[in-house]
């Protein structure tokens, strides 16, 4: 079955860099990936959707990318700060079938 | 963007009683709505989807007697926990997608933080 893969190690990274999380998948390519943000204690928030078909999407300092070779997505925030900190949730959809979600990476912003 | 609200926030209740979460879609009609629980440093677990005027349809080992949903109109559906026991203190959340362009994109609830004494 498809499986969905986030490094669980906390990110840790200072202020001004550039954050890079990665979302990889075991089979098949999904229809399209999306990035979610949770808060301690809130439901996810919504940041990008790239479809199979589509390498790079942006959005002000976010980027995803979508590699269907490597079976990876990889989600950039570029001059990062402490208020980004949070955990980042990478979730797929085949088709019809419901979302299904990684465990999500934390990613801390140092100041 | 959508908005989807929950209420209550926060509930605590004793072991045996029951109780009820609302999930609303505040500014476009829900065709459905997914209600999902999240233990500590987990993933989210779909526990089951609705469409707006039919039964739920239940992920595996999710008890449809135990987790009551009701859909009854495109902006409103309710999970009822009945008979809560401690195991079932957990946080819940529930996420909307529609019609138009809130097609491929759930849009999620604050959550419901339940705590069973």
């Known amino acids: 079955s498809q499986k969905i893969e986030q490094n669980s190690e906390a990110l840790n990274i200072q202020e001004g860099k550039t954050a890079t999380l990665t979302c990889n998948y075991t089979?098949?390519?999904?229809?399209?990936l999306q990035w979610y943000r949770q808060d301690p204690g809130r439901g996810p928030v919504f940041l990008l959707l790239?479809?199979?078909?589509?390498k790079e999407k942006r959005k002000e300092r976010l980027k995803v990318t979508f590699d269907t070779t490597l079976k990876q997505s990889l989600f950039h925030i570029t001059a990062s700060q402490p208020a980004d900190s949070a955990t980042y949730l990478c979730?797929?959809?085949?088709?019809?079938?419901?979302?299904?979600f990684g465990k999500g990476t934390m990613l801390l912003v140092s100041p | 963007g959508a908005v989807v609200s929950q209420h209550p926030s926060r509930v605590i209740c004793k072991s045996g009683t029951s109780v009820k979460i609302e999930c609303r879609s505040l500014?476009?009609?829900?065709?459905?709505m997914f209600w999902y629980r999240q233990f500590p440093k987990q993933s989210l677990m779909l526990m089951a989807t609705?469409?707006?005027?039919?039964?739920?349809?239940?992920e595996q080992g999710v008890e449809k007697d135990k987790f009551l949903i009701n859909h009854a109109s495109l902006t409103l559906s309710t999970l009822t926990v009945t008979s809560a026991h401690p195991e079932d203190s957990s946080f819940y959340i529930c996420?909307?997608?529609?019609?138009?362009?809130?097609?491929?994109?759930?849009?999620f609830g604050p959550g419901t933080r339940l705590l069973v004494l």
């Open positions: 609705s469409n707006e005027g039919s039964k739920a349809t239940y």
């Open positions: 979730a797929y959809k085949s088709g019809y079938s419901t979302l299904t």
């Open positions: 996420s909307a997608i529609g019609g138009g362009g809130y097609q491929e994109t759930q849009y």
């Open positions: 790239i479809r199979e078909n589509e």
């Open positions: 500014d476009f009609q829900a065709t459905t």
């Open positions: 089979n098949y390519s999904p229809a399209y």
